[in-house]
T-cell receptor, first 113, second 117 residues
């Protein structure tokens, strides 16, 4: 079983609509959860972090965490063509302050004009 | 806004040669990391570093790899004898390290594309 699972996509969403990206993780001890955006050939860019159950909003982005279901999601409202990228879900088990991040394989999002 | 920088952006080397990849983490960050991403695959952890010591390393990080903080600003990854399968994007990351364990956001540099011929 993969530690962090994401649907690879591509997920195609019309401009202006809501894009919904999902992720599940296998280890219940996981402490913190992150969404990174990665454009082709570029490095991961942190867009959201979430540590407790519920929703966290930042501009057009909302991250949702459900630890009981081991499920993390990212909603992007009013999708723009510039949102077209691969979105990486990442998990930190929190064993130490130097704990590694474990990445999923990413979901490719395409916003069609 | 402070950012992680990496040099070179692209490194081409012959199999068996040594390479050193350089990173300058964000200045007030205490924890440093190397990750790599083989083309078309996911980002994989290599090593974490704190207080001039390795904190954690993955199975990938074998005796061919080493890390060093040679001065107050640089953080380097050395591959002693490169193999074809070392071809990948190598990302340096850093985190502030002031929060609770596991709650530190990691910020990535732009990466070095390593091509081993």
């Amino acid at each position: 079983q993969k530690e962090v699972e994401q649907n690879s996509g591509p997920l195609s969403v019309p401009e202006g609509a809501i894009a919904s990206l999902n992720c599940t993780y296998s280890d219940r001890v996981s402490q913190s959860f992150f969404w990174y955006r990665q454009y082709s050939g570029k490095s991961p860019e942190l867009i959201m972090s979430i540590y407790s159950n519920g929703d966290k909003e930042d501009g057009r982005f909302t991250a949702q965490l459900n630890k009981a279901s081991q499920y993390v999601s990212l909603l992007i409202r009013d999708s723009q063509p510039s949102d077209s990228a691969t979105y990486l879900c990442a998990v930190n088990k929190g064993y130490s302050s130097a704990s590694k991040i474990i990445f999923g394989s990413g979901t490719r999002l395409s916003i069609r004009p | 806004e402070p950012e992680v920088t990496q040099t070179p952006s692209h490194q081409v080397t012959q199999m068996g040669q040594e390479v050193i990849l350089r990173c300058v983490p964000i200045s007030n960050h205490l924890y440093f990391y190397w990750y790599r991403q083989i083309l078309g695959q996911k980002v994989e952890f290599l090593v974490s570093f704190y207080n001039n010591e390795i904190s954690e390393k993955s199975e990938i990080f074998d005796d061919q790899f080493s890390v060093e903080r040679p001065d107050g600003s640089n953080f380097t990854l050395k591959i002693r004898s490169t193999k074809l399968e070392d071809s990948a994007m190598y990302f340096c990351a850093s985190s502030e390290g002031l929060g609770l364990a596991g709650y530190n956001e990691q910020f990535f540099g732009p990466g070095t594309r390593l091509t081993v011929l």
